[in-house]
């Protein structure tokens, strides 16, 4: 088995390996991985040490295969000050994901302190993997350690994780890296219905970031609000141990599973 989300497999494209495999579908990613992906590839379109990546927007397009995918980035709207990058995902010769970023100049200004509390302390030790019910994949990928809730209990969680595995071969991953492939996690880790029931997608994934994070492991802080008739929407505050880093938030459909065959 790999020991990589992605393998190379030639110029701007990678074969997505098993660890990506996301909870609805084994034949599809987790949303986390790609959106990784795509943030690598902003971070090193016409590189600016000058600068800091402010928010970035990923789209999912459609399914992304466990498969080959190509990405490219390209500087959208260059500036002095701020500018704008737009990275794309491309499987079996279409569009599958796309993600634009707002990076801004780095400045000596004084420093704010956030105003919401700090998160839990990283436990010791995590609990027994369980999948409950999920396609396995992506969540054996990354090492759960649950501060309150779980994947497998309905409503808010709070939840470090860290990647178990790089996100591309031979490479260390970067901390918006580490970020994106963390965040995408805020519907799951907060889930409000039956998983057997009910699905609750999100096709996209907002984070805003007020500085890096550091270090290896991420605290997901997440709750899903839904509405009779209406979206979802998962939001979470996202730290490392250092503290607050920013904030993520997820659009989600939400609408009857297809009964399973058999059943």
């Not at 609805?24 to 790609?34: I, S, V």
């Not at 569009?95 to 436990?123: F, G, I, K």
């Not at 790089?166 to 580490?178: F, I, N, Q, S």
């Not at 209406?230 to 490392?240: H, K, N, V, Y």
């Amino acid at each position: 088995m790999a020991e990589c989300f992605y393998l190379p497999a030639g110029d701007d494209t990678w074969l997505a390996t098993v660890h990506t495999t996301g909870p609805w579908d084994p034949r599809a990613q987790h949303g986390g991985p790609p959106s990784a992906l795509l943030g690598r590839a902003i971070q090193r379109c016409s590189q600016r040490d000058d600068m800091i990546v402010a928010r970035v927007t990923c789209d999912i397009l459609g399914a992304i295969p466990v498969g080959e995918i190509e990405v490219r980035a390209r500087l959208a709207r260059p500036g002095r000050s701020v500018e704008l990058l737009e990275a794309v995902a491309r499987a079996n010769g279409r569009e599958v994901a796309r993600a634009t970023a707002w990076r801004v100049l780095r400045s000596q200004s004084p420093a704010v302190p956030p105003r919401l509390a700090d998160p839990p302390a990283l436990p010791k030790a995590s609990p027994p993997g369980a999948t409950g019910g999920w396609v396995d994949g992506y969540l054996s990928a990354v090492e759960w350690r649950p501060a309150k809730g779980h994947f497998t209990q309905r409503g808010p969680a709070t939840i470090w994780a860290r990647m178990r595995y790089p996100l591309v071969a031979d490479e260390e991953t970067g901390p918006l890296e580490r970020v994106l492939a963390i965040a995408d996690s805020g519907n799951g880790a907060s889930s409000e219905l039956d998983l057997h029931s009910w699905h609750f997608i999100n096709p996209e994934l907002t984070v805003h970031l007020h500085r890096e994070a550091v270090g290896e492991w991420i605290c997901l802080d997440a709750q899903t609000t839904i509405s009779t008739g209406g979206a979802g929407l998962a939001t979470s505050t996202l730290s490392d141990l250092d503290g607050l880093v920013g904030v993520g938030a997820q659009a989600l459909l939400v609408a009857p599973r297809p009964p399973a065959a058999g059943r």
